[in-house]
């Protein structure tokens, strides 16, 4: 007489049923959108730019000033402007920093919540 076997099947052996429920698809996360964080750089380049126009205006105009003597009015009018574009600009290249800032804050940020 001879001892049954008690060993448990090993798993190669056993059958698969078509019933059985196939291995679940490994899911991948979606990837995180930026949308916020390339207005916030776009608006920051953007008012760079405009910010180093005027600041080149503002020169330009300051330089036509001192380049020939001028009358009182004109020269009036002429430096008005040299000092309107250099506050423009002024305000534009804060506007760049605050907008460039938010890009970096929203780069790390954006996607988490």
């Known amino acids: 007489l001879a001892a ?8 190669a052996a056993a059958p698969t049923s078509p019933l059985a429920p196939a291995a679940a698809p490994e899911v991948k996360a979606a990837p995180r959108s930026r ?4 207005v916030a750089v776009g608006a920051a380049g953007a008012a760079l730019a405009a910010g180093a126009a005027d600041g080149l205006s503002a020169q330009s105009t300051s330089s036509d000033l001192r380049s020939v003597q001028r009358t009182g009015t004109d020269a009036q009018r002429l430096a008005d402007q040299a000092t309107s574009h250099a506050h423009t600009a002024n305000v534009l290249y804060g ?19």
């Open 4 to 11: 049954p076997d008690l060993a448990p099947a090993s798993a």
């Open 35 to 38: 949308l916020w964080t390339w």
């Open 95 to 113: 506007v760049a920093a605050v907008a460039g800032a938010a890009g970096v804050t929203l780069f790390f940020l954006e996607g988490s919540f």
